[in-house]
């Protein structure tokens, strides 16, 4: 999927669509957008705050809400009657989101892929970094693997389509760039991203209260940093140390 400056949400209310026999797919839009988005997250946040027996969890996407239900105790038509009136209790968001500064180390070898990248675009190392480090990001979605989040507002200078085949693993950590998108990923694996940098910090880690350290709606804006500062900072993350920051919104 790829990013999209269009709204394209639906004006006259949600798609549902069954996926399988337990989930329904409710649907706001067809674009990667932050209003949409933050339907999105108000049908979470409304579904979490008055649940429904039968209903067992709700995975928010960058435009829609899959809801895992028991069909033996909550049908699809009373569920989707609960959405409906779910959608029209006024109210918002259950939480404000946040803006994270997230260290992030661009020079080789962190950066593995800039060179390449750039050159693909026609434009300098140089530049690629700092489109790439001078944009606000808002995390949309952790998919695909645990903790591998998803994120919006790539300038579109650097809006590079994905490989056509997979790479070699990168390093765990590594921040990537491919089909108009942005993401940071958490465990060492091929892919079709390309990588521009590697940030020290853990945003999953199993063992810690809250192994999930950002929310979707959320905001990151990478902070550039040498490799001796990653170095020291990713000791610190490694004995449990949150080494990315809050900042005012």
């Known amino acids: 999927m790829t990013a999209s400056k269009a709204n394209l949400a639906y004006p006259d209310g949600p798609c549902f669509l069954d996926s399988g026999e337990a989930a329904l797919v409710v649907e ?4 990667v957008d932050p209003q949409t988005h933050e339907r999105v997250l108000a049908l ?16 928010p996407t960058y435009r829609s809400l899959m809801i895992h239900y028991d069909p033996l ?3 699809r038509s009373d569920l989707i009657a609960y959405v409906h009136r779910a959608l029209n209790t006024p109210g918002g968001l259950a939480r404000l989101p946040d803006r994270w500064v997230m260290p992030c180390c661009y020079a080789p070898p962190f950066g593995e892929d800039v060179a390449e990248m750039a050159a693909k675009l026609g434009i300098s190392p140089e530049q690629a970094i700092q489109h790439h480090q001078s ?24 809006a590079v389509s994905r490989r056509a085949t997979p790479r070699p693993p990168h390093a765990a950590g590594a921040v990537l760039v491919g089909g108009g998108l942005a ?13 521009v940098g590697q ?4 945003l999953y880690a199993p063992e810690r209260d809250k192994a999930f350290l950002m929310e979707p709606g959320d905001e990151i804006r990478f902070l550039p940093i040498d490799a001796a500062e990653f170095a020291a900072l990713e000791a610190r993350a490694l004995t449990g140390e949150i080494v990315a920051r809050k900042e005012p919104l």
């Open 73 to 75: 105790k909550l049908s």
């Open 135 to 158: 944009a606000v990001y808002r995390i949309y979605m952790y998919g695909f693997a645990p903790g591998f989040t998803y994120l919006g507002g790539l300038h579109e200078e650097i």
């Open 28 to 31: 706001f839009g067809r674009g």
């Open 183 to 195: 993401a940071v990923a958490t465990f060492s694996m091929p892919t079709g991203w390309y990588v």
């Open 44 to 59: 979470d946040a409304a579904l979490q705050a008055s649940p429904v027996e039968g209903l067992r969890e709700s995975v």
């Open 199 to 202: 940030t020290p910090e853990r």
